[in-house]
């Protein structure tokens, strides 16, 4: 069994002691101060004590946590009063992380992190090692994983052959029965076995100077959102100065320039300019630290990021464990060309950084390379997607006005009861009203799936917009759900889910608001493209070179899709499909018209 190292024994005890040592020490000034129990005096006393009880505790747990890397199994124990010993097989693993903080790559120390399938927590951490083990068990775990999953593939395999040689007589031999290896050799005469050479690597992708730039100002991180609340006790009494600047040279308050309403409407919409400007800023900060130095590379069947200014991240994702392919572009990326690339695992999913959660595998490129990426991951075609009804199109649409009008209804009833808020402020959601059909015209454009030869894909989304591949083989469960305002629309969704955890923060992939009879054909073909696609999976051993094999693997697609598509009744005819070219991203086309007319 092997301890951590040393000095995160000593990071822990001071951290401890500095902890046990402040509760110690708050914890009797607030009994002797407004509570008036005790004396002031015991602080100093308590403060000192808990220190020592902490550093204690930390060099305690630090003295039970030891951790083993056998053939088969990670053991891990641990436990100061209770001991705790876990056994995490191998071939459960799916990731493996290493990161390294500030102080940490100071003092030449790092954390392991190991996922498994089947959660979103994290199995085990190793808080903290040495550089140099950190690597070994990140190499060794993996050499390890590779060769448990190797000899259960290939014991599927004998067990298949044996299978077919007992079912053709094959198996009974007519020079005698012989039980050693195939070649005949023992393991003396085959020679002392060489170690693993170190697998190759492929460099996928590098994030250049200019692209790092270009995504820290078009990428928003919801943490930014805290920047001007922690920074208002510094600039606080200057941004208050400003807007009574702003409000005065208006006129307001002096009879003169704009009314006062209109003084405080445009110095309320002044601040939050300022408030949207220091979350920009600080949400590009953020991100330049994030994915400074972004390396993505191939070795052997997985894919290894690193990244990070302050603190370096890296870690690794199994190709043969992935479960969805997802390109995001927001607003600004999809104005200039540009999309993202992630990719997610059973045990793993976009933005949590190693908490159940892999990191953007691309985190900014043009669009043209993101989808090759993507396909040489999951193979699949030129995108057509299907667009849902017309009418989906106008349930958005009324949706957006019963949303304006709430809002105004709520900011009027407020501004009658605060009496300082202007009538004219309470009515600004009232601007959604013309804004509705944009909004909603946009939200249906961006909405749509395509059934691709090996894969489904989905889309959805006008500010950040998601096409998420699926292959079939990974499905888990396909539904089709009916809220009470789509049955009044005649309109279902259909989800493929997969055993992805990002299910639980980002949703599964999921076509919006499709005809209720197509969502149900649609539903059934998911289910038999993945029948279709275990069979012949099981069929060639669990790999197929291309993504397909043979002519032979979609047959039958074509009645399936007649019958999917059957334009016979109400507004089929005014689904719209779309060939969303790589780059080309306006002039979509316009409704299609059926037997019923533009808006059937």
Do not use: C
């Not at 000593?10 to 101060?33: E, H, I, N």
């Not at 043969?320 to 695992?345: C, H, I, P």
């Not at 759900?481 to 279902?492: D, K, M, S, Y």
């Not at 089929?572 to 499909?577: A, F, H, I, N």
Request: proline fraction near 5%.
């Amino acid at each position: 069994m092997t301890r951590l190292h040393p000095l995160s024994a000593v990071l822990d005890a001071a951290r401890a002691a500095l902890q046990f040592g402040s509760f110690g020490f708050f914890a009797v000034l607030l009994l002797s101060g407004p509570l008036g129990f005790g004396d002031a005096a015991a602080a100093f006393v308590l403060a000192p004590l808990g220190a020592v009880v902490g550093a204690g505790y930390a060099v305690a747990r630090y003295l039970r946590f030891e951790y083993d890397l056998r053939p088969e199994h990670l053991v891990v124990t641990s436990g100061v009063f209770a001991r705790q010993e876990r056994e995490i097989p191998l071939r459960r693993i799916q990731n493996v992380d290493v990161s390294r903080g500030v102080i940490q790559r100071l003092l030449g120390l790092a954390t392991v992190r190991f996922e498994t399938a089947g959660g979103s927590a994290t199995e085990a951490t190793l808080d903290a090692v040495g550089v140099d083990e950190a690597e070994r068990l990140r190499h060794e775990v993996g050499e390890r994983v590779r060769a448990v999953r190797e000899r259960e593939r290939a014991s599927g395999d004998a067990a298949g052959r044996g299978a077919t040689a007992e079912s053709t007589g094959q198996a009974a031999g007519t020079a005698g029965t012989r039980t050693g290896p195939a070649d005949g050799l023992t393991g003396t005469e085959r020679g002392p076995r060489t170690p693993a050479a170190e697998p190759e690597r492929e460099t996928l992708y590098e994030i250049s100077g200019g692209d790092l730039l270009v995504l820290s100002a078009v990428s928003f991180r919801p943490g930014a959102i805290a920047a001007p609340v922690f920074g208002a006790p510094f600039v606080g009494d200057l941004v208050v100065d400003g807007l009574l600047v702003t409000f005065r040279l208006l006129g307001g308050g002096r009879g003169g320039g704009f009314p006062d309403d209109l003084a405080i409407l445009f110095t309320a919409l002044a601040g939050l300019l300022a408030f949207a400007l220091a979350v920009w800023v600080a949400s590009a900060a953020l991100t330049y630290v994030r994915y400074y130095d972004f390396r993505l590379e191939r070795v052997a069947d997985e894919l290894r990021y690193e990244r990070g200014l302050a603190g370096r991240y890296s870690g690794t994702i199994p190709l043969d464990k992935m479960q969805t392919v997802t390109v995001g572009e927001n607003a600004a990326m999809r104005r200039l060309g540009y999309a993202s690339l992630s990719v997610e695992t059973a045990g793993y999913a976009p933005g949590s950084d190693g908490a159940g959660g892999a990191e953007t595998t691309v985190p900014l490129a043009s669009r043209d390379r993101v989808f090759s990426l993507a396909r040489d991951l999951q193979p699949f075609g030129e995108r057509s997607f299907r667009r849902p009804p017309t009418r989906a199109r106008r349930r958005y649409a009324v949706r957006y006005v019963i949303v304006s009008f709430v809002l105004a209804g709520l900011g009027l009833a407020a501004a009658r009861a605060l009496s300082p808020v202007p009538d004219l402020v309470a009515l600004v959601p009232l601007v959604g009203l013309p804004l509705a059909p944009v909004a909603a015209r946009a939200k249906w454009r961006h909405r749509g799936y395509d059934e691709a030869d090996d894969a489904v894909l989905t889309r959805s989304g006008f500010w950040h917009r998601s096409t998420r591949v699926v292959p079939y083989y990974r499905l888990q469960t396909v539904f089709v759900r009916r809220t009470v305002f789509q049955r009044r629309w005649g309109l279902a969704s259909v989800t493929a889910d997969t055993a992805s955890t990002s299910s639980f923060v980002v949703g599964d992939a999921t076509a919006y608001d499709l005809d209720g009879g197509d969502a149900d054909r649609l539903r059934e073909r998911l289910i038999e493209r993945l029948r279709a696609d275990l069979a012949e999976r099981r069929g060639s051993g669990g790999t197929r070179g291309d993504g397909r094999r043979g002519d032979d693997a979609d047959e039958g697609a074509g009645e399936d899709d007649a019958d999917g598509y059957d334009a016979g009744e109400d507004d089929r005819l005014t689904d719209e499909v779309e060939a969303d070219e790589d780059g080309a991203d306006g002039g979509a086309p316009g409704d299609a018209t059926g037997p019923g007319g533009p808006n059937a």
